[in-house]
């Protein structure tokens, strides 16, 4: 069902009020006219096209509004799929100009229907016989275009008022992003279909936070991101060559994004039963991918994520982001070692253990709780040990968080996730350390790249000497020795 109009409210702000109360009649016009039949947009272009010309940086209801009616209006072919790219990439050009003025975060967010565009052709590409000669040439327009969206991205994530803006939608206007979406959408749609890349998760951080411009534009790269992956799974090598490359371009690209709310949404994908790619890889392909970003999100040091340099992002949301991180480190540990892949287990243990995560919260715990030190002080370093201390202060009373760890995801501490992924052993201590603390908080685009390109090609690095090191590697008691030494650590 279409999304319908919530309340409208007038703004208090004087001089934005009379654009938006106009906005809002024309945005419930075409509402109307969508609910029809044989719907006539194109005489309503003109009543977007003014206000969005009116603004240095339009809101994002006028950008939407305008876009979504002149493209409908076009009246591109449907039945080709070279056709359905082709109007992709029409989109995505009408987007991008018509929001040169804007923030970069709206810049992205507004990407949202040509990544459901995309999405729809990759699906048609998966589960549809184009032939060999076809196929080849749809499969190499449709990773240019996913590369020249993920490019304009990277421009945006550069900027550096990149997740410093506005809301998304001004709550004067009375429009909900749910309520905007219906505009690119079929009578019987609804949000989840314009984001067919995300889950409940993310789908549930949207209605909680409906017009973070920043949020949904991580939302947009996430799924550009997951594409991009589900692309190579699908055209690349196999076997643990493809599992080394997607892992490098994973960190890579995260590294690069250097965005909070891509890795929160990243986060809230990993903490699902499954990742939202099923429509289009197999279930061993979805597996694949959760290992590879269970690696990208748990081994690896993120400077962004640092509470110090994170300043756009308010302290009590760094802290809801680290306690996912934190569930999501238990929840791999557990997985790992009940299925018999001590070596994976005992790497995340590891990199946990030595994390600035780690260090993090315990600082915020004491710096909370007006207790002796002695007292405050867990029984452990590993992510189970760490949640059972939290719990436990939890149950004398102490809720070092604000609200209790259980509220950002539900924890069985005795069983592990009903994931299912595979067992096969990987080399111990796979852990990359990418780190840029000590550069500039401000860096032009040719130093920001050469650092990109260098992270890219430290963890190829790495993951190539781990591999011979692991082919050679001797001495299976000192490896049961530690082993054990964790498993001590974690029955405390």
Request: glycine share 6%; charged share 25%; with cysteine.
């Amino acid at each position: 069902m279409v999304p319908s109009l919530i309340e409208f409210t007038t703004s208090s702000n004087p001089p934005n009020s009379e654009p938006q109360i106009k906005l809002s009649p024309s945005i419930q016009t075409v509402v109307d006219e969508i609910h029809k039949e044989n719907p006539k947009l194109s005489p309503l272009i003109q009543q977007f096209y003014q206000p969005m010309q009116a603004r240095v940086d339009p809101p994002l209801e006028s950008i939407w509004v305008y876009t979504a009616l002149t493209f409908r209006s076009r009246n591109h072919p449907k039945g080709d799929i070279l056709d359905r790219i082709a109007a992709a990439k029409d989109l995505f050009q009408l987007l991008s100009s018509c929001s040169a003025p804007c923030g970069c975060s709206k810049s992205v967010a507004l990407l949202a229907p040509v990544v459901r565009l995309v999405y729809d052709v990759v699906l048609d590409l998966f589960k549809r016989e184009l032939g060999l000669k076809k196929e080849k040439k749809v499969m190499k327009e449709v990773k240019n275009l996913v590369g020249v969206i993920l490019g304009f991205i990277s421009v945006c994530c550069s900027s550096r008022d990149s997740g410093q803006e506005d809301p998304l939608i001004d709550s004067s206007s009375g429009w909900s992003f749910s309520g905007l979406s219906c505009v690119w959408l079929n009578r019987d749609e609804n949000v989840r279909n314009l984001l067919p890349l995300v889950g409940e998760e993310v789908i549930g951080g949207l209605s909680e936070r409906d017009g973070d411009v920043n949020y949904l534009a991580g939302v947009v790269i996430a799924e550009v991101f997951l594409l991009r992956l589900c692309l190579n799974c699908k055209a690349g090598t196999s076997g643990e060559e493809l599992e080394t490359e997607l892992r490098t371009w994973a960190i890579g690209s995260i590294t690069g994004f250097q965005n909070v709310y891509v890795f929160e949404v990243l986060l809230r994908m990993l903490l699902e039963k499954t990742l939202p790619v099923t429509s289009l890889l197999s279930s061993e392909d979805e597996v694949l991918l959760r290992k590879v970003l269970y690696d990208a999100i748990i081994l690896v040091e993120y400077s962004f994520l640092n509470p110090e340099k994170a300043i756009h992002i308010s302290a009590e949301h760094m802290k809801i982001i680290a306690m996912r991180r934190l569930i999501l480190a238990h929840e791999a540990v557990e997985y790992y070692r009940a299925h018999g892949d001590q070596r994976r287990s005992i790497s995340y243990t590891t990199a946990f253990s030595g994390s600035q995560l780690y260090s993090q919260i315990v600082k915020w715990v004491k710096n909370q709780i007006p207790v002796e030190d002695s007292s405050v002080k867990s029984e452990g370093t590993s992510p189970k040990a760490l949640i059972k201390w939290l719990l436990n202060l939890e149950r004398q009373g102490f809720l070092a968080f604000g609200d209790s760890i259980l509220k950002y995801h539900s924890l069985d501490m005795s069983k592990p996730p009903a994931s299912k992924l595979d067992s096969n052993e990987v080399d111990e201590d796979p852990i990359f350390y990418i780190d840029n603390k000590r550069r500039g908080e401000h860096t032009d685009d040719g130093k920001v790249n050469e650092y990109i390109s260098a992270a890219f090609l430290a963890a190829a690095n790495t993951m190539t000497s781990m591999e011979k090191r692991g082919k050679k590697r001797k001495g299976e008691n000192s490896e049961s020795e530690e082993e054990s030494s964790l498993s001590d650590e974690d029955s405390e």
